[in-house]
C-alpha cells in the first residue's frame, strides 16, 4: 500500500530460518502475520513495518523465547544491509559511520529514521518512528536495536558497548538477557528509543575505511533517496517530517 512505511525483508528471512531450524510450522505462521513467502523471498523488497512486527511478536511466542528479537539480532551480517552496510564498512571512524546512516538509513525502512546528537561526554542516537505507535512493538524494537549495536560493533571489529540503551517500551520481566547481549545497562519505559555511546568511542577508526569505495555505496543510496522522493509528493514528505520532530 503505498504511503505505507516498509522495512527490508532481512529481518523476516533470518526469522523464517530459524523457524524452520526449530521445526515449526512456518507457512502458518507467515500467513498469520499477514505475509507470504514470495514477497519475503525478495531480497530487495521490503514489506509493511507492522508485518515485520507482527511476525517477530508471533515467531517469539510459538518458540516461546521471550528474547526472540534480540537473539535473531545476533545473526543479521551488516554485509546482508545492501549499500549501506558496505557504507559502514568504508568509513573512517565509528563517528563517520554513524552520521553516514543517520543519512542513508531511509534506504531499508521508512520506518524510522536517526538522528545523532553529542554532549560532552556523550554520544546519543535516537530512533524517531514515522508513526509514535512503532515504539510499542518490542520484540521489533529490541531487535532492531541489537542490530544496530552489533552493525557498528562489526564495522569497528570491536566489542565496544553502548553506554546505556533505553525503550520506549514496557518490560516487567528479566532484564539480565538485554544487558548480557547489549553489553550495558537497559531500561525500559523511557520517552524514546536511544542508544548512547561514550563520545570518545566515535573515533574509534574502522580498518576496512575506503574513501574512494566509500562513493560506490553511497552514490548508491543517493538514488534510492531520490527515487523515493519523486515517488512521494512533496507535500506528504514535508508532513512526515514535520510530525516526526513533533515526537517526543
Excluded: W
Excluded at 505505507?4 to 507467515?30: F, H, K, M, W, Y
Excluded at 525502512?109 to 530512533?127: G, K, M
Amino acid at each position: 500500500m503505498p504511503g505505507t512505511p516498509r522495512v527490508q525483508t532481512i529481518g523476516a528471512r533470518i526469522v523464517v530460518r530459524e523457524l524452520r531450524r526449530q521445526v515449526l510450522d512456518v507457512e502458518r505462521i507467515v500467513t498469520e502475520a499477514g505475509l507470504d513467502m514470495r514477497e519475503i523471498n525478495l531480497e530487495e523488497d521490503r514489506i509493511p513495518f507492522l508485518k515485520h512486527a507482527a511476525l517477530l511478536e508471533i515467531a517469539a511466542h510459538e518458540t516461546g523465547d521471550d528474547y526472540f528479537g534480540l537473539h535473531i539480532a545476533k545473526q543479521v551480517d551488516p554485509r546482508d544491509l545492501g549499500a549501506l552496510g558496505y557504507i559502514g564498512l568504508s568509513s573512517q571512524t565509528l563517528g563517520d559511520a554513524l552520521r553516514n546512516l543517520e543519512r542513508y538509513l531511509a534506504t531499508i525502512t521508512e520506518s524510522f529514521r536517526i538522528e545523532l546528537s553529542l554532549d560532552d561526554d556523550f554520544a546519543h542516537v535516537t530512533f524517531k518512528p514515522t508513526h509514535s505507535s512503532f515504539l510499542r512493538h518490542r520484540q521489533a524494537n529490541e531487535f532492531g536495536g541489537c542490530v544496530f549495536v552489533k552493525a557498528y560493533q562489526f564495522f569497528t571489529k570491536s566489542e565496544i558497548a553502548p553506554a546505556g540503551v533505553r525503550y520506549e517500551h514496557r518490560y516487567d520481566g528479566d532484564a539480565q538477557e538485554h544487558i548480557k547481549i547489549l553489553g550495558c545497562p537497559v531500561t525500559f519505559g523511557q520517552n524514546r528509543n536511544q542508544v548512547i555511546l561514550n563520545r570518545r568511542d566515535m573515533a574509534t577508526p574502522i580498518e576496512t575505511a575506503d574513501y574512494r569505495l566509500l562513493r560506490i555505496p553511497s552514490d548508491h543510496c543517493e538514488q534510492i533517496l531520490k527515487k523515493r522522493a519523486r515517488n512521494q509528493p512533496e507535500h506528504l514528505i514535508k508532513l512526515e517530517r514535520h510530525i516526526v520532530d513533533l515526537l517526543p
